[in-house]
Each structure stands twice: as structure tokens, then as C-alpha cells.
T-cell receptor, first 114, second 115 residues
Framework: DVKVTQSSRYLVKRTGEKVFLECVQD?????MFWYRQDPGLGLRLIYF???????EKGDIPEGYSVSREKKERFSLILESASTNQTSMYLC?????????????FGPGTRLTVT | GNSVTQMEGPVTLSEEAFLTINCTYT??????LFWYVQYPGEGLQLLLK?????DKGSNKGFEATYRKETTSFHLEKGSVQVSDSAVYFC??????????????FGQGTILTVHP
């Protein structure tokens, strides 16, 4: 069974803290993605990675960075957390090959910044 | 750029009612289209998909037909159950080989089904 896991389901951090969200997939997928989910806005892509050490900005990268040192792991970093980064964060992965390359999602991390 | 627009929610139905959730898109060429479902407390799961015009995706009693002429991919189910209560997302993957599988999502539609 395919699996994408995220390090925490719930996280509470203070304004200005550095926050790390971890995502691990066991499907040997090349592509990995970080989204944030907000009511009425759907999912918005923050960053994605198509290979180890490679990354591309998504639609809303400001205030975030990412790291991919190993194929199975993709980290999202909030350099200095702010209250407007309170949200649900979803990680996903997909294979690179031809075809539809379905994305598989983790359960999400609900981050609250106070 | 690509965009997806879903009908506003929330949608509240009684069990065994007919469901339609509208989805329209803007994209160049021939994108692939998806419906994802998110049950309470979980991540998204692929519900169904279609890759070309007039394709019909189906799964668990849900159906959606890729309509190029109306740029639509409406989700339907003939008889909903309480267990279908979830958030439904329409999404597209742009045509072309360099998109790395990126998806563009609609805003999501909350469905609540009462017994």
C-alpha cells in the first residue's frame, strides 16, 4: 500500500519561530509537493521538487523554503513563522514517468501560529 | 494560466438524493482532469480521472465526463450516502511534458449528507 507520512498531525508554534514540516514517501517517487489548504481557497502549491536537491517555486512560495536531501524525504521550512501561516499543510508525491502520474497525499499537518 | 472553478458550497443533501457538483476549467490544450475527495481528518484521495474529451471517469458510484466544448467536468452520483460526506476537489494537470505532474485545484466543495 502506498504511503505518504507527515511528521505531525497538529503543531502549535509561536510567531517568529523556525518551523520544520517533514514528509516521507515510500513509493520511490521522483516528484514531491507541498500545498497549503485554506477554506474557500482550495489547495495552493507552495513548492515542489522533481529530484533530489532540485526544487521549484509554486504559486505561493513567499515565507517558505524547502529541502530535499534524500529521494524519500521533502521538508518544508517556515523561516520565521507568522500568524498568516496558520493553515493545513499537505504533502504529496507522484512518479515522473509517462501517464497520469497520480498524486498521493499525506494526512496533513494542521499548523497554528500564535 | 490554468484555473479551476467549483460550485460554491456547502452542499447539504438527504441520503439517497442525487448529487451534482459543478466544475469548470480554463487551460490550454488538453489537460487531464481529476476529482479528489478528502474525508474528515484525512488527506486527499483520488476519486476519479479523465484524460481526453468525452472520457467518463467513474468510481464508487460517482461519475464525471470530460466535456471539452463546455470546459467542464461535473461530478455526479445518483444516490448519496452518509459516508459520502467529505470535501470534494476538482483538479487539472496541464497538457505538455514539463509540468512535473503539477495540479491546479478548485476551491473545494463541502458535502454533508443527512440520514
Amino acid at each position: 500500500d502506498v504511503k505518504v507520512t507527515q511528521s505531525s498531525r497538529y503543531l502549535v508554534k509561536r510567531t517568529g519561530e523556525k518551523v520544520f514540516l517533514e514528509c516521507v514517501q515510500d513509493m520511490d517517487h521522483e516528484n514531491m509537493f507541498w500545498y497549503r489548504q485554506d477554506p474557500g481557497l482550495g489547495l495552493r502549491l507552495i513548492y515542489f521538487s522533481y529530484d533530489v536537491k532540485m526544487k521549484e517555486k509554486g504559486d505561493i512560495p513567499e515565507g517558505y523554503s524547502v529541502s530535499r536531501e534524500k529521494k524519500e524525504r521533502f521538508s518544508l521550512i517556515l523561516e520565521s513563522a507568522s500568524t498568516n501561516q496558520t493553515s493545513m499543510y499537505l504533502c504529496a508525491s507522484s512518479s515522473r514517468g509517462t501517464g497520469l502520474r497520480e498524486q498521493y497525499f499525506g494526512p496533513g499537518t494542521r499548523l497554528t501560529v500564535t | 494560466g490554468n484555473s479551476v472553478t467549483q460550485m460554491e458550497g456547502p452542499v447539504t443533501l438527504s441520503e439517497e438524493a442525487f448529487l451534482t457538483i459543478n466544475c469548470t476549467y480554463t487551460a490550454t490544450g488538453y489537460p487531464s482532469l481529476f476529482w479528489y475527495v478528502q474525508y474528515p481528518g484525512e488527506g486527499l484521495q483520488l476519486l476519479l480521472k479523465a484524460t481526453k474529451a468525452d472520457d467518463k471517469g467513474s468510481n464508487k458510484g460517482f461519475e464525471a465526463t470530460y466535456r471539452k466544448e463546455t470546459t467542464s467536468f461535473h461530478l455526479e452520483k445518483g444516490s448519496v450516502q452518509v459516508s459520502d460526506s467529505a470535501v470534494y476537489f476538482c483538479a487539472l494537470k496541464g497538457a505538455g511534458g514539463t509540468s512535473y505532474g503539477k495540479l491546479t485545484f478548485g476551491q473545494g466543495t463541502i458535502l454533508t449528507v443527512h440520514p
